[in-house]
Each structure stands twice: as structure tokens, then as C-alpha cells.
């Protein structure tokens, strides 16, 4: 089998996380979590990083810093993880959905400006499989809206938008080192923020809200979000080698693309001009004209010991989320399209040139 994701370990983790355990600093205090939220906010371009245990508990508390009110709202694509639909409930807000860019996959922003009104509070662009959402027009909104931005980056690691690194350019970003992302540290995740009074609640929050001055007083109740050193040990080795994790990924995907595009009906990523995607997965949408779609392609792959991913489904069509009373009746069609016809196929970081081949190959066949 071929998998779809599978991690790059190397010495450097070996031997940091040894260290961890030959020098008894298994929890969430030591020098690996400092070396990396450090060097992760630096390599972002933002000023602070605050170190949890997940990429999910790091949407949930960057939107709970933000101190949201019931009823205000948080504008997000459908077409994304429901980790951040989850963020925006449990933070008490109401999420309100646009659909994605047919080229990109990224959340459409034209759609943004229609869904602002006196309630919505923040806006949540999620960067999708590797490639960046177009910025500027959602930097200009907030900025004449008063709005915060919270950037979910965690399949982006090094994507850059017009030079600038993703998950450097929200008020606050929010990243997963999952054992799928670029660069991993098994579980994990973290929230970037060049506001100092954000860092200090985001601290609150992952520790839960213990105060310096009296420990065990409590004014605000907080979570246990944190990271342990073995995690951020195996981070900073991560981080140490990521040039070479992006520039695998983007061989990847010039092989895929080299090979596919003779075919036909068949959408491949892109690269926008102002963008520098990292094919954090290389996705694949079958035309109408096909006939089969994308369940159908999917299986037919796995029985030639090919795996593969849907996309997402989107949020709007989630019985979850229609029981809550929300999203009822809504409709976004190109989300709607691309959960239908689209996957991904293996994209991992120690994918063979003779990999890409054979996966290409039985695609042909499949779709012939
Ligand atoms: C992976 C991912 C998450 C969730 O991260 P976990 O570490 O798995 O909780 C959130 N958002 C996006 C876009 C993701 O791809």
C-alpha cells in the first residue's frame, strides 16, 4: 500500500527526545518548548508563541482570548476540518459560512464583504492543502471594519503570501503539528500572536488561567492545553530540517503535475502569482464528464493498494451542526462540487519518484 501521509523521522528527533528522557524533562516545562515557540514565532514572522497540544485546542483558544459575546460572528469557509467551526461554538460565537475559490480551494473573500454586518467580530481564513487564501482583500476589511483575523495555517508550513509567510499575517494564527503536517511533532499544535496582551491570555488559557501571583487563585477558568518537551524535542528537529520538508513536497507535486496534466478531466492544484504553495496534499478533481466520482476513483485505487483522502464535506451539510440550528438550508456549491469529485492522493515526505509513477499510472487506468 501507498500511503497518503507518512512522517520524515530522523536522528535529530532521536536524540532530542532522548535527552528529554535521560534528563527527566517529560512534561510541559523545559528548554524544548521554549527554543520552539520561539523559533516557530521567528520563522512566521510574528512575535509570540504559545506551545499546545494540538492544532484544534489552538482555534479554540485563540478564539477564546478573544473574548466574544453570544451573537457576535466569525465569518469561515465551509469547505474546511470542523475544528474551526468547533472553535467559533465553543467560544459562544456564531459561525457564518462563504464558499471556496473553484481553483484554489481557499475561501472565497469576495464572498466576505456581503456576510459583514454590525455583529460579526473576526474572520477566520484557513489556508488550504498547502496554497495560501488571497489576504490583502480580507486585510483591508478588518482594518475598515475593526475586525480581528485569525489565520488557521496548519497546512501551510513555510507557504508564502506576496513574500509573507502564512500564519504571519492575522492578529493571531493558529497552527497543527499532526503526524501529517509538514513538519510534526506527533500531536501538537500552536498559536502565533505579536500582541503582547494576547500571548499573556493565550498562556492563561492553555494553563488553566493559575495565576503568578497567588498559585491555585483563580479569577477566569482556563484548560490544560499544554505541550510536553518530548512534543516541542521533536518540533525543534522538525523545524531544523523544514526547507527540505517543503522542498519535497513541491517536487512532489511538480511530479504529479508533470505526469497528470496529459490527462483529461482531471483539476490539479494551483499556484497563484502572488502565492508559494507547499502541496500539503496534492488534490485531484474529477470532472462531471468523467462519470465515476470521487468515492468510486477512491476505491478503485485502494483495491490497486493506493490510498487516498476525500475532501472535506462542508460544514453547511453537516447534521451536526443543522441540529444546533445552524447553517439550515444553506447552499454553496462549489464546496458542495469539490466534496463530490475531489481527493487527494499519497502526498507524504518520503514519497519515490517510482511512487508518483505507479500512482499516476493506475489513475490513468482508472479513468479511462
Ligand atoms: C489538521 C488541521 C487542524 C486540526 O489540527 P489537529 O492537530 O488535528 O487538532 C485544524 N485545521 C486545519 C486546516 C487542519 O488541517
Known amino acids: 500500500m501507498i500511503p497518503v501521509s507518512e512522517p520524515w ?36 514572522g510574528m512575535q509570540y508563541g504559545v506551545a499546545v497540544c494540538n492544532g484544534t485546542v489552538a482555534l479554540e483558544a485563540a478564539l477564546r482570548v478573544l473574548d466574544l459575546a453570544p451573537g457576535d460572528e466569525v465569518i469561515l469557509p465551509s469547505f474546511t476540518i470542523i475544528s474551526c467551526v468547533l472553535a467559533v461554538v465553543e467560544a459562544g460565537a456564531t459561525p ?18 456581503a456576510k459583514i454586518g454590525p455583529k460579526t467580530k473576526a474572520i477566520m481564513p484557513v489556508h488550504i492543502y498547502g496554497h495560501p487564501v488571497d489576504m490583502d482583500p480580507l486585510l483591508e476589511l ?21 513574500g509573507r509567510k502564512c500564519g ?31 500571548a499573556a491570555r493565550l498562556r492563561e488559557e492553555r494553563n488553566l488561567a493559575f495565576q503568578k501571583e497567588r498559585r491555585f487563585f483563580h479569577t477566569r477558568l482556563g484548560h490544560n492545553y499544554r505541550m510536553t518537551n518530548i512534543q516541542a524535542a521533536i518540533g525543534v528537529a522538525q523545524l531544523s530540517r523544514i526547507e527540505e520538508h517543503v522542498a519535497r513536497k513541491r517536487w512532489m507535486a511538480e511530479a504529479y503535475t508533470a505526469r497528470l496534466s496529459r490527462l483529461d478531466g482531471l483539476q490539479l492544484p494551483v499556484e497563484k502569482p502572488w502565492a508559494k504553495n507547499v502541496y500539503w496534499m496534492y488534490g485531484v478533481v474529477l470532472a462531471e464528464a468523467l462519470g465515476i466520482d470521487a468515492a468510486q476513483a477512491a476505491e478503485r485505487l485502494r483495491t490497486e493498494g493506493i490510498e487516498t483522502r476525500p475532501f472535506f464535506l462542508g460544514m453547511h451539510e453537516q447534521p451536526v451542526f443543522h441540529q444546533m440550528g445552524l447553517f439550515v438550508g444553506e447552499s454553496y456549491p462549489v464546496t458542495e462540487r469539490i466534496a463530490r469529485r475531489g481527493f487527494y492522493l499519497p502526498s507524504g515526505l518520503t514519497l519515490t519518484a517510482e511512487q508518483v509513477e505507479s500512482v499516476c499510472e493506475k489513475l490513468e487506468r482508472i479513468l479511462k
Not at 175 to 188: H, L, P, R, V
Request: hydrophobic share 40%.
Open 9 to 44: 523521522v530522523d536522528e535529530k528527533e532521536i536524540e532530542f527526545v532522548l535527552s528529554c528522557l535521560k534528563t527527566g524533562w517529560i512534561s510541559s516545562a523545559g528548554q524544548f518548548i521554549e527554543q520552539f515557540e520561539a523559533e516557530w514565532a521567528s520563522y512566521c
Open 96 to 113: 457564518v459560512l462563504v464558499d471556496c475559490d473553484p481553483l484554489t480551494w481557499c475561501m472565497d473573500v469576495e464572498q466576505v464583504k
Open 142 to 162: 478588518a482594518e475598515r471594519h475593526g475586525l480581528v483575523i485569525i489565520e488557521d495555517a496548519a497546512e501551510v508550513h513555510g507557504a508564502e503570501y506576496k
Open 168 to 198: 504571519g499575517m492575522g492578529n493571531l494564527s493558529c497552527f497543527s503539528f499532526y503526524a501529517n503536517k509538514i513538519i510534526t511533532t506527533g500531536e501538537g499544535g500552536m498559536v502565533l500572536t505579536s500582541d503582547a496582551r494576547l
